[in-house]
Nanobody
Framework: QVQLVESGGGLVQPGGSLRLSCVASGRILTIYNMGWYRRAPGKQRELVATITSGGTTNYPDSVKGRFTISRDSAKNTVYLQMNSLKPEDTAVYYC???????????????WGQGTQVTVSS
């Protein structure tokens, strides 16, 4: 019913920047919180950034000051601007959104398929 499609991943040198995008589509009534998570090889999935429908953001210390999450509610899109990238940022990045669809009575959690970010010289 809802699809999340990420784009913008790739290979970048340490210190470089990337901007990820995630577009939500489907029978959407309301999108609540949106966020980005990542999973590095051999590690558990971890939070990267979240943003509420009101624009309140949250970051872990590992990315605070380097990453910025934003959203365009009119386009059902969330962005992640990543600056000063480090090799330890290498991971598959996943988009997440809490969505109430036209046919649902409650909010459900949806995930994108992931986009690879590799930081290497």
């Amino acid at each position: 019913q809802v699809q999340l499609v990420e784009s913008g991943g790739g290979l970048v040198q340490p210190g470089g920047s990337l901007r990820l995008s995630c577009v939500a589509s489907g029978r959407i009534l309301t999108i609540y919180n949106m966020g980005w998570y990542r999973r590095a090889p051999g590690k558990q999935r971890e939070l990267v950034a979240t943003i509420t429908s009101g624009g309140t953001t949250n970051y872990p210390d590992s990315v605070k000051g380097r990453f910025t999450i934003s959203r365009d509610s009119a386009k059902n899109t969330v962005y992640l601007q990543m600056n000063s990238l480090k090799p330890e940022d290498t991971a598959v990045y996943y988009c997440n959104a809490g969505v109430r669809t036209i046919s649902a009575l409650q909010e459900n959690d949806y995930w994108g398929q992931g986009t690879q970010v590799t930081v290497s010289s």
